[in-house]
Structure formats: structure tokens, C-alpha cells
């Protein structure tokens, strides 16, 4: 019974790493990509030195938070990880208004540099997104899986336990 949870979460916790790796590379690509605009373009400068800003501070954050293993640290305390799911929701939401920016700047200025940076923007994303509905899920099954398995122990246990007339039996036999 002991050793069900790791091996059902053996793949679990791989995938989780490789969604902390996709997470930060396409962070970083945000990154890039807003330090490219602000170069080259002086369209809404602000907004997006403002952008450029929000995502280097939550990539530090993301860095923090992930340091172990692609875990959440357990010496976290429950506000700071509930406040890290959070800034993680806002972000996809920034990130995905940066990717509509980018096409819409694409449209106008066309730059092989700006469809690039378009192209691994929306992949990065989606790709993010589609892996974060997947662990979910995931984690959900095995969670599943790892109680019936429990219980089904549980109740093999107590079928196997002699009840107090039988051991008062083979006791006086």
C-alpha cells in the first residue's frame, strides 16, 4: 500500500517538471519578445515597458516559487502558494494580451523577426495551457485511483482481522 502514491505519481511528477520547463521558456520568450518592442517600436512605450516589468517580476516570482524540483516549495506558507496561483492566472491572461498584441503589431509593421516571435508566442502558450488542463486531469485520476486502492486495502484488512469468537476459539483449541 505504501508504495501505490509514488509509483502512480512517478509520471506525474515528470510531467509537472516538463510544465515548469515550457512555463519558463515561455516566459522567458515574453520576456524577449517586450524588450524587442520596446527597441523597436515606440508605440505605447509605457504599456509596454509596464508589461516588460510584470513579466520579469513574476519570472523571479515563478523561479522562487519553482525552485524545487518543479514543486511548489513545501516551506511555503498557503497565502503565498494560493497569491502564486493567482499572479499565474493573471499572467496567462497578460500573456495571452501580449500575443494578441504581437499579432496585431505583426499585421501592421511585417518583420520575419515579429512572425517568429509571433509563432513561438502562440505555440508556447497553447502549449502551456493544453499541458496545464492535462495535469490537471491527471492529478485528478491518480488521485482517484490512489484512494480506491486505499480503501480497497482497507477493506481486505478488515476482512482479514479475526473477530474476538474466533480467537477465542483457536485459544482454547
Known sequence: MKTTKPHGNEFFRGLKNFYTIIGAITQLVYICY????LKNYDEHFTANAILLALSIVYFIFFLIMRRKN???????KRTVRHAYRFSKLIMNFVNLFITVQAMILTSKNFNIFSIV?????????SGKILLEIILFAIERRITRTVNKVNRGFEKIKMRAKPSESDEQISTEQ
Open 117 to 125: 516571435f509571433v509563432l513561438i508566442m502562440f505555440s508556447s502558450l
Open 70 to 76: 518543479g514543486r511548489l516549495a513545501r516551506s511555503t
Open 34 to 37: 517586450l524588450a524587442y518592442v
